[in-house]
Every structure is written in C-alpha cells, then in structure tokens.
C-alpha cells in the first residue's frame, strides 16, 4: 500500500526535486519507505514516485519503482491473489527475489500482456512503464477502491494517489472547472472522471489508459463492466443454495483481505454489512479479532450500543470512542487537507476519527463498504420504484405539468415544512421522467441544478454522468437490479470508497473492502432482485446469512446512517466557523457563490428554520477546500 506520484514531461522541464515534492506531499500515504527515479529518453523526462506502507513483505525487497528486464512499475494496492498467479507464473519458468505482490505485476505483464490485468483480485492502481514499447500504462481496479488521478496539458502529464501531489508541479495549472463545482454541489461528491479543476479527470475503475511516448496520444480502454453481469441470464437457485453460496463466497473474499505480515482489524458499526465481515471472520479462528466503533452522545446519532452488543456476542476484542463536538471541531480544519478535492459526505468526520482509533493497534483495517449498493441497502431503491412504478404515468405526467405552473413558495402550510421547495423540484422532475433511475438521480442530489444555478454566478454546462447510461443496461429481471448498478458505478465509487481511502490513509492505515471482491460482486449481480429486497425488506440475502452467525433479535433495528451530528453541532459549537465561511465577504472572495441567497439559507438555518444543513456543509467544505488550496479566506 502506498501513495504514487509523476510526470511524463515532453517539455523536459520536471526535475528530480520535484518529483520528490510531488511524492512527498503523500507521505502519510507511505511512511515506511521511499523511492524517486527519473528517465530521460529521446521523447520525454518520465518521473516515477513512491511512498510505501509496508504491508506485504516487510524487507527492502518490496522497494519501488521495481524493475524487471524492460519493465518499471509503480503501484498502489493489494494483489491479494498474488501467490496463485506466482504459482502459475513460476510453472512458466518465472523465477522471484521476493513476497511481494508487485513483483508478479511485472513478470505477470512480461508473460500476459495488457491481459494480465484480468487475473488479479484485488485493489489497485498501477503505472507501468514499458520502454521496449515506448508506452507507460496505468491500470485501475474493477470497484475504484484504489485513487488514480491524471492531468494533461501543454504536453506535460501528471498522475497521483491523491490530488494535492499536482500543486507540488510548478507547471500545474489551477484553474476551477465549473462544470465539475456544479456536480460538487448536487452530489456532494464529484462523479466519473471530473475534477474539480480543469484538464484533470480520474482513471475510471476498471479501466486502462495507455500513453505513446512517440504520438504523445492517450488511448483509455475498459477491460470490465459491472453492467455485464447485471445483463446476465439470471441464475435460478433456491433460497437455500443462494444463502449457502453467498457465505461460501464472502468467507474467502473476507479471508483474502487478512493476508498480511502486520496486524488486521475490522471497523464495526453494528449493521449488516460490517457485522457480516466480523462475525464470517471470527467464525473462523480462535485469537480474538480486533474491531472498532465510533459513538456519539447524541443518541438518534449512536450505534456504538448495538456495535458493543454484536462484538461481545462474536467474543471480538471490541473498542469504541465515543467523540465530542470539540474532537469534530479539530478535524474540521484538516478534511480539505484529507480531502484535497472537494468532498462533502457527512460521515467523513467520524470516518477519519475510527481510523485513528483503528491505526493505535493495528496497521491494516477491513471496512464493509459496498453492501449496500450490492445487496440493496438503500431505502433510495425502495423510493424510486414506487415514486414511478406505482403511480400510473398519466397521472405523472399530470403531477409534473401542475407542479411546473405553481411556484412552491406560495404553498400554504406546506412552505414552511423541512427542505420543501427542494423535495417539491425533485418530485416535479422525478415525475417528468417516470423513470425510476433518474428518480435514484434526483433522490441523491442535496441540491438540485436549477438551485445550484441561483448559487453560483459562474456559468456551467449539464453533465452527463452515469445516470445518463441507463440504456446500458438490459432489462431482463425488474428494476431493482438496474438501480444498483447504477449505484455501483456512482455513489459506492465517488463517494464512499474516497471517504475510506481518503481517512485510513491520513494516518498511515491500509483499508481493505471485502465486500468488494470480484467474486461477489459477479454472483450477486447475476441473482434475481428478490434476493435483495424481498417483499419490502433491504438486503433480504445478506441478512440471512448473517442471520446464521448471529441471532436475529440482536440485528434487527431501525437503519441509521453513519454520520456525525452536524445539524445540532453547527448551531452550538461550530456556529461562528459556519457564520465566517459562509459570510457575504468569504463567499464574495472564492469568485463563484452569489453570496446572497446562499447568507439567507444560512441565517435561516441558525434561526432555526427547517433548511437542509447538508446544503450549507457542502458551501463550507467548499470554502474550506479554497481557503486551503487556492487562497486564504
């Protein structure tokens, strides 16, 4: 595990000094080792950056870049199927110096090709410099777990684990990309390829890009899609056969994410998904397994109960910290130095602080992100399906053409509930479309476009995003299975999998996503949506078998979402941050906010008003990342 960095640089201006500064901005990446090389050939200076966390064998021996005959790799991740691809690569005559997973990347490649790529289980993101071929390749993993950003222009490319490597580049250009702000401020998350600043994109999962240091031309390629599975015939099990494949599978992929050389432990929250990881795991062995929780003393926020409840009943060796608004308040100022692109999810705070918790006693921690969007977790699902399926489409088409001749301010009694005129613009547009993905689309948006336009005063284009894919998928088993996909490819990658990433890695944590295997995604999506939500009840599979482990009674409670109590917080001990960064003055001087109606949703809220605070956390995380990044506020 580590934190890559580089350029391939045609005007031959990078140098060794910066690749450093580049790579060393991640150091919390990678504290255990350290390794810059710089190339000069007859098209380009090709710089290539690591920063380790030593996971996987221990010794020198796992030092990057690694070389092999032509070859050169940087790496980022776990190949946790490596020694069967060793195995198979040493019947080929392949011969190793070391443990590391690494090594069979190069040796892999030199047999397999691009190919190679379609054996590993795991999480990545791979730059491979190919010099008989004159081509650096870069690879990222089938889920995204693993950060892959890129920037091109006046013939200098750039890549890294993490953003704020590129403003170590003195020919990195800073220019805001709107179009990018305007999804930020939708989704609380930027999708897809976007950044937020221009001629910047990320890697996609499961994709490759391939740069030809002859043409200087970028090819991306997709080597897999979940959509293909979720097009599948879908299998025809009994419930009996789906429960016991469904464990068989999740034990190994559960069981790969403990292969270390260091100490392994589990974030425990107390739902589904994580008590699933915990109690397949404890399952299995005798030495206790090491979990962690985060409380809050604020009780409609708080599962550390039910997590202490579920630890003691598996015999883990259970820890918790319960957090107070002042240890929020410390780690405010530090998420845009986290998160050095703006990111606005409200768990990010607790996220952060259960890897601190984690890193005191261990060096590697499992998260169960990924159930939710593979087994249907989300009442979102729920919602969509019956906003447009149980609603006849001529009386949508009605709803919506009223709903465009009323202005919702003028609503009497209604005006004055929680976010109305928010939730009144999403129904009008969920009923325009009566399709239930883009119901998915609206009901994930805090803010909606027409909103963020009375926002910002920089102009911005309509995105498309992978809402906008829908066609790609093959209806052939209901709904249900199509807003998951979707959900994959959009909230699991963008948002969740960068908070985790994001908070382990700060301080110096790997962080494994077992629900994540390839394997499991592949079976689960060729299931029926009855496996997932079965006469109204979310994630119907995974339930049953976690049901095996541990006792219903225990499990079943009300789902409550993992964030920090923001809404109560910000109008007691974190009110003034709120009144400065979101003043008439700081918003006037980022360049993009109309200040005004933006000062007004904020007076409004701390008077007390029903205004959805996530809409002022996504400003203020807006602020605080510009205040950081681009100028002090």
């Not at 590993?120 to 491979?128: K, P, Q, T, Y």
């Not at 990309?177 to 990320?202: A, E, R, V």
Request: aromatic letters at 12%; one cysteine or more.
């Amino acid at each position: 595990m580590c934190g890559i960095a580089g350029f391939i640089d045609f005007n031959r201006r990078s140098t060794q000094q910066m690749l450093m500064a580049m790579t060393d901005t991640m150091s919390h990446r990678g504290p255990d080792d350290a390794g810059y090389e710089v190339y000069e050939t007859s098209q380009a200076s090709i710089g290539l950056g690591q920063r380790r966390l030593s996971i996987l064998d221990l010794s020198p021996l796992g030092h990057q870049p690694m070389h092999y005959e032509n070859l050169t790799v940087n790496f980022n991740g776990e190949i946790y199927n490596f020694k069967e691809i060793r195995k198979e690569l040493e019947e080929k005559g392949y011969t190793f110096n070391s443990w590391s997973d690494t090594e069979i990347i190069l040796k892999g490649y030199k047999c397999w090709g691009k190919n190679v790529v379609h054996k590993f289980i795991g999480m990545f993101a791979i730059v491979l410099y190919d010099r008989e071929k004159e081509e650096i390749l870069f690879f990222r993993d089938r889920a995204g777990v693993k950060p892959l950003y890129c920037y091109y222009a006046d013939d200098l490319f750039l890549f890294a684990s993490e953003l704020k490597a590129f403003h170590q580049h003195p020919h990195f250009k800073k220019e805001i990309d709107s179009n990018s702000l305007s999804l930020f401020l939708q989704y609380s998350y930027i999708p897809g390829s976007y950044s937020i600043f221009k001629n910047t994109f990320k890697l996609l999962p499961a994709h490759s890009l391939t740069l030809n240091l002859k043409t200087k031309n970028t090819v991306i390629e997709k080597y897999w899609d979940v959509f293909d599975h979720y097009n599948k015939p879908k299998l025809q099990l009994s419930d009996e056969e789906a429960i016991s494949e469904t464990d068989k599978i999740l034990k190994k992929a559960y069981e790969y994410r403990m292969v270390a050389d260091v100490p392994v432990g589990v974030f425990l929250s107390g739902g589904y998904d994580s008590s699933s990881v915990a109690a397949l795991l404890q399952s299995n062995r005798t030495e206790k397994l090491k979990t962690f929780t985060i409380g809050f003393h604020e009780n409609e926020f708080n599962e550390a109960p039910e997590a202490k409840k579920i630890a003691q009943f598996l015999g883990t060796d259970h820890t918790e910290w319960y957090l107070t608004a002042k240890e929020a308040g410390e780690v405010l100022p530090l998420l845009p130095e986290i998160y050095d692109e703006p990111f606005a999810d409200n768990s990010t705070v607790p996220t952060v602080l259960v890897s601190k918790l984690a890193k005191q006693s261990v060096k590697v921690a499992l998260s169960a992100d990924g159930g939710d969007e593979i087994f249907g977790g989300y009442n979102k699902f729920n919602q969509a399906e019956k906003f447009t399926n149980d609603i006849p489409k001529a009386v949508q088409s009605v709803l919506s053409g009223a709903m465009s001749l009323i202005n919702p301010a003028y609503i009497p009694y209604f005006n004055s509930k929680y976010n109305f005129t928010t939730r009144y613009e999403k129904m009008k547009l969920i009923w325009q479309s009566k399709d239930p993905v883009q119901a998915v689309k609206y009901i994930s948006q805090y803010i909606t476009e027409s909103e963020v336009r009375s926002f910002l005063k920089v102009p911005f284009d309509h995105c498309k995003t992978v809402f906008d894919e829908r066609d790609q998928l093959v209806q052939n088993d209901g709904i249900t299975n199509h807003l998951l996909a979707i959900d994959y490819k959009t909230f699991l990658v963008d948002n969740n999998l960068v908070k985790v990433d994001r908070a382990t890695m700060s301080v110096s944590l790997e962080g494994r996503e077992p629900m994540l295997d390839q394997n499991v995604i592949e079976f689960v999506a060729a299931l029926p949506s009855s496996f997932k939500i079965r006469d109204g009840v979310n994630k119907w599979l995974l339930k049953q078998v976690v049901h095996k482990y541990i006792p219903k009674e225990l499990m079943e409670r009300p789902k409550r979402p993992f964030i920090a109590p923001l809404m109560v917080w910000f109008r007691e001990e974190l009110k003034e941050q709120l009144r400065y960064y979101l003043s008439k003055e700081c918003l006037n001087k980022t360049g993009v906010f109309n200040a005004e109606p933006i000062v007004k949703l904020r007076d409004s809220y701390l008077e007390g008003k029903k205004v959805n605070y996530q809409k002022l956390w996504q400003i203020l995380i807006f602020q605080l990342w510009y205040d950081r990044w681009i100028q002090k506020l």
